[in-house]
C-alpha cells in the first residue's frame, strides 16, 4: 500500500525567544493540516520526532502533548527518537503504520526547541546522541566525533579543509532563497577557513546551528488519496539502517555504513539509481558529513565528494543539487525536527512550491538523514503523485 | 545529580587494565567486552581479555571546545586507535609531541585522572594513551 505526503507545514527556524516548544509544535501541525485540505477529525494516529527535550527543556512525553496541543485527544500518539535522526524514524513508523492496514490517515510531527539552555547545556545534551561510557566519557564532542572522520577522510583521499569549507558556502547561499532558513547571509570560504577551530580541522563555520523550529506532514494512504482526490507526493521508499554507537565500532572511517546500506535498499524498493535522482536534502550537520552522505548515497564515487562539492556540482545548478534548502548547516538543525524538515523541503520541489530556489522538472527526490556520529540513517525517496 | 561512583566501580577492569573480550571461534578481539559475538552469535565462544597496550593511531583531532569537566585541559587531544589485536579505542593522546600525533604513529597505554572531579568531589581514573618512539 503506497503512502501519500498530503499537507506539510514547517515554522521559521532560527531562536524563538517568543515561542516555547508547545506553541512550535502547534504551529506546524496546523499548517500541516490546514495545506491537507482535510480536517483535524480525520486524522486517526500521530508520530512525532524529538530528540533530548528532557535535557533541553526537562519536558518528556512528547506524544501526548502533541496530540493535546493539535486539539487531537483522544487519538494515539507516539514519542520517536533516535537522536538527529528522529524526524525520519517518526515519518517511516508513519508509513509503516498506513502500510500495515491500520491507519489511513496519519500526522507526523518533529520539534525541538535547543535555545534555552547555554551552548555547554546543548552540547551535554546532543551528547547523549554517542557513547557515553566510551567516547564521552574520555572528552569527546560532537564536532570532534566528525573531526575524527574528517581527519580519516582527508588521510584517505586528499580532501581539504577548503573543499569542506566550499559545503558551508554554499548551503548559506541556498538559505538566502529559504524564508523559512536561521540564517540568511551569505558567506565566504575565506570567512569559514578563519572562523576558529572547534576541534581540528573541524571550525565554527563548518558547525550546524543550535536552532528552535518544528516541522509537520500529513500522510494518507494512496487509495484514500485516489478516493479523497487530493494530490501530493509519494513515498516510494523509507529504509533505516543502524550501526555502532561508538565510532570504534566502525570497520571503516571513511564512510557511514548505515548511510550506505539504508540508500541500497531505499533505491532497490524505489527501483532507481542515484542518477534517477533531481535532488537531495542531506544530513550535513557538520561539513564532512555532507561530503560523507553524497558519497555513500552513490552520487559521487568514494572519496570524490570534496572536489565535487569544490567544483559546485552540487549547487543549486549542479549535476545533482544538494540542500537547496539549506541544510542543517544554513536552515537550521533542531535536531528532533530536522528529518520531517528534509521531507517537507522534498514535499515542496515535487509540489513546484519552492519558489526562488525551486529546482526546475524535480521529479524524483531524497532525504538523508543521520542519528549521532551514523548509528542511525534513514533515507527516503519521493516522487509526484497526481492522483 | 548523576552519581557517577557505580558507574566508576563497574567500569574499573575495563578502565584500568583494558579488559575486553575475544571470540575463540572467529578471532575477533572487542573493546569493551560484548555480551554476544556479533559475527558468530551463538555459535561464537566469548573469553574475558586484557587488550595489548599498545597500537596505533587510525584518526586524530585537537579539541579546543571541551565539554563541561574538561576545561582546564582545553585544547586537548583525542584518537582513534587500533590496538595490536585489531580492537579499537578512542583515548586521549598525552604526554606527546603535537608533531608526532599523527596517523600511524605507535601509541602505548598509560594510567591517568579523566576530566575534573565532579561537584561530589568523585575522581576518575582510566587510560590515555601517549606516542612513542
Ligand atoms: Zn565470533
Known amino acids: ?387 | 545529580m548523576q552519581n557517577i561512583a557505580p558507574l566508576n566501580w563497574r567500569r574499573f577492569p575495563e578502565r584500568y587494565l583494558l579488559k575486553g573480550n575475544y571470540c575463540e571461534n572467529c578471532k575477533q578481539a572487542f573493546f569493551p567486552p560484548r555480551a554476544i559475538c556479533p559475527n558468530c552469535r551463538r555459535k561464537g565462544k566469548l573469553v574475558s581479555m586484557e587488550m595489548p597496550r599498545t597500537g596505533k593511531i587510525i584518526s586524530y583531532t585537537k579539541v579546543y571546545v571541551p565539554p563541561e569537566g574538561f576545561k582546564n585541559e582545553a585544547p586537548y587531544y583525542l584518537a582513534i586507535i587500533e590496538l595490536e589485536n585489531g580492537a579499537r579505542v578512542l583515548s586521549q593522546i598525552v604526554d606527546s609531541e603535537p608533531e608526532k600525533i599523527k596517523i600511524g604513529a605507535k601509541v602505548k597505554k598509560v594510567f591517568r585522572r579523566i576530566g575534573e572531579p565532579d561537584k561530589y568531589g568523585t575522581i576518575t581514573y582510566g587510560y590515555k594513551f601517549k606516542v612513542v618512539e
Open chain 1, 1 to 387: 500500500m503506497g503512502v501519500v505526503i498530503v499537507g506539510a507545514g514547517i515554522t521559521k527556524f532560527g531562536e524563538h525567544w517568543d515561542k516555547a516548544f508547545r506553541e512550535l509544535i502547534a504551529e506546524a501541525g496546523i499548517k500541516a493540516i490546514q495545506s491537507s485540505g482535510l480536517r483535524g477529525e480525520q486524522i486517526e494516529a500521530i508520530y512525532g520526532g524529538c530528540m533530548a527535550s528532557g535535557r533541553l527543556i526537562g519536558q518528556e512525553h512528547i506524544g501526548a502533548l502533541i496530540a493535546d496541543q493539535l486539539g487531537l485527544n483522544p487519538i494515539p500518539s507516539t514519542r520517536c527518537e533516535a537522536a538527529c535522526a528522529s524526524g525520519s524514524v517518526a515519518l517511516r513508523m508513519a508509513c509503516l503504520a498506513i502500510k500495515s492496514g491500520l491507519h489511513s490517515i496519519v500526522a507526523v510531527g518533529g520539534v525541538e526547541k535547543m535555545t534555552e539552555l547555554n551552548t555547554e547545556g546543548v552540547s551535554f545534551a546532543l551528547g547523549g546522541a554517542g557513547d557515553q561510557e566510551i567516547e564521552l566519557f574520555h572528552g569527546a564532542t560532537f564536532p570532534s566525533l566528525y573531526a575524527l572522520l574528517a581527519r580519516a577522510h582527508m588521510h584517505a583521499y586528499g580532501t581539504t579543509e577548503e573543499q569542506m569549507a566550499s559545503v558551508a558556502v554554499k548551503n548559506h547561499a541556498n538559505a538566502m532563497l529559504n524564508p523559512n532558513a536561521q540564517f540568511h547571509k551569505e558567506i565566504t570560504i575565506e570567512q569559514v577557513m578563519n572562523s576558529n577551530y572547534v576541534a581540528e580541522p573541524i571550525k565554527l563555520l563548518d558547525c550546524s546551528p543550535i536552532t528552535d523550529g518544528a516541522a509537520a506532514l500529513i500522510l494518507c494512504s494512496k487509495d484514500k488519496a485516489k478516493e479523497l482526490g487530493l494530490k501530493g507526493v509519494e513515498i516510494v521508499a523509507s529504509e533505516q539502517a543502524s550501526d555502532s554507537l561508538a565510532l570504534t565500532g566502525r570497520k571503516s572511517l571513511t564512510e557511514l555504513r548505515a548511510t550506505r546500506i539504508a540508500a541500497q535498499k531505499a533505491y532497490e524498493k524505489a527501483g532507481i539509481t542515484p542518477s534517477k535522482v533531481d535532488f537531495a536534502e542531506v544530513h550535513d550537520c557538520f561539513t564532512i558529513a555532507e561530503i560523507l552522505a553524497i558519497e555513500d548515497l552513490g552520487f559521487f564515487k568514494k572519496g570524490e565528494g570534496g572536489i565535487a562539492s569544490e567544483k559546485g556540482k552540487t549547487s543549486l545548478k549542479g549535476k545533482i543539487p544538494i540542500n537547496p534548502s539549506g541544510g542543517l548547516k544554513a536552515k537550521g538543525h533542531p535536531v528532533g525536527a530536522t528529518g520531517v524538515a528534509q521531507a517537507v523541503e522534498a514535499y515542496l520541489q515535487l509540489m513546484g512550491l519552492a519558489e526562488q530556489r525551486q529546482i526546475k522538472n524535480a521529479k524524483i527526490g531524497l532525504t538523508h538523514n543521520v542519528g549521532g556520529s551514523g548509528a542511525t540513517a534513514v533515507v527516503t525517496i519521493y516522487k509526484r503523485f497526481k492522483g
